[in-house]
């Protein structure tokens, strides 16, 4: 039995500290399609992450970082520099694993969001031989990466369609295996490294290989704000948060603690949201009519529709959420047809029409 120390109720949490005073996630103006599926990912990790592609200056990076306030503390095991899951015994480090379960503590502690800079190197990456303590201790050592640092956390990559070949193999490596590897100067070391993977990007900068894109659950496009009310909201809230950052995110406080509240609510009402045999034909319809490929198409329909209803304090996934999801769950895996001048999102409302038609 594990022993439980400094335990608090999640919903009595008002956000680990973060340092940095970063723009309220609840003051972005508009983008709701990219907040509603970041939201979505803090319910549910398993979706698989969020691609989030639009403009530059339209707030991507803005808010992923402002959902570092949002994101309730977790279990971790005490002591470990990985921050082991003391309830997923298949996932963690050789130390936590030869300690047993008997002699774990348990603390709380704040889900990491860590940025993956552009031109980062591989050891910065997967970690590597620790040269201080080498040279003055003449001991060999590893200093961890970032992929040790977002574990059990998000790992988010801005102009995430620049990322290095080399890189996103690794990347798509360890996601895969939940598990890194380190292999420097005759030393070896494996981690666990489950992570929450999202990215951004502007697509007229680069492409996404097929194999990352293929990883993320969700696709949102965002875009500049078309009305002047809107730009001018942006505008007048950016310019009151830098003049005077601290009062502007006590400002928004309030409404940053209920969206903290809605997200713990819906992660323990996960498990007990239905999912009608009716939705799950609906979503493969969907698919089906597409032509998409393989079946992560309707199980991560299926996925973001049961978290939306848990978000929503819905009972059961109904045609509501399906419709909803269908756009952000396909718009990234449809096959390119150059003589389609039709955009992925417009095909995939074209098929929820007739789908929900017949």
């Known amino acids: 039995m594990l022993t439980r120390v400094d335990e608090t109720d999640e919903t009595a949490a008002t956000g680990p500290a973060r340092g940095r005073t970063h723009f309220p996630f609840t003051a972005i103006v508009g983008q709701e399609e990219m907040k509603r599926a970041l939201m979505l990912a ?9 691609l989030i592609l639009g403009d530059r200056g339209t707030g991507k990076s803005t808010a992923v970082r402002a959902l570092a306030a949002l994101l309730p503390e977790r279990r971790a095991v005490a002591g470990c520099r990985f921050a082991c899951d003391p309830d997923d015994r298949d996932g963690q480090c050789a130390d936590c694993a030869a300690a047993g379960p008997r002699s774990l503590r348990v603390v709380r502690v704040p889900i990491p969001v860590v940025d993956l800079p552009l031109g980062a190197t591989e050891d910065r990456l997967v970690g590597a031989l620790d040269l201080e303590r080498a040279l003055t201790r003449g001991e060999k050592a590893f200093e961890l990466g970032l992929l040790a640092r977002a574990n059990g956390g998000f790992l988010y990559i801005d102009e995430v369609n620049l990322l290095e070949d080399h890189l996103v193999d690794l990347l798509l490596d360890v ?3 939940g598990s890194n590897v380190i292999e420097r100067e005759g030393l070896s070391l494996r981690h666990p490294a489950r992570f ?3 990215g951004s990007g502007n697509p007229e900068e680069g492409e996404l290989r097929p194999q990352l894109l293929d990883r993320f659950g969700l696709a949102v496009d965002v875009g500049t ?6 730009r001018v909201e942006v505008v007048k809230r950016r310019t009151a948060f830098e003049r005077d950052r601290a009062g502007f995110a006590a400002a928004w406080s309030k409404d940053e603690a209920k969206a903290r509240r809605r997200i713990v609510v819906a992660r323990k009402a996960l498990e007990s949201v239905a999912v009608p045999d009716a939705a799950i034909e609906r979503a493969a319809r969907l698919c089906i009519a597409l032509g998409t490929d393989g079946l992560r198409g309707e199980l991560t329909i299926i996925r973001a529709a049961r978290a939306l209803a848990a978000l929503e304090g819905a009972e059961a996934v109904g045609d509501d959420q399906i419709r909803r ?8 895996r ?13 095909r995939v409302e074209i098929a929820l029409r007739e789908v929900f038609a017949s």
């Not at 803090?42 to 969020?50: F, H, R, S, T, Y």
């Not at 704000?225 to 809107?230: K, S, W, Y």
């Open 225 to 230: 704000p078309a009305t002047v009310a809107e």
């Open 175 to 177: 996601a895969a295996s």
């Open 42 to 50: 803090a319910v549910d990790p398993g979706l698989g992450g969020v």
């Open 334 to 346: 449809l096959r390119r047809n150059p003589l389609d001048d039709v955009g992925s999102t417009a």
């Open 196 to 198: 929450v993977l999202i």
């Open 325 to 332: 999801m269908a756009p952000s769950a396909l718009r990234h």
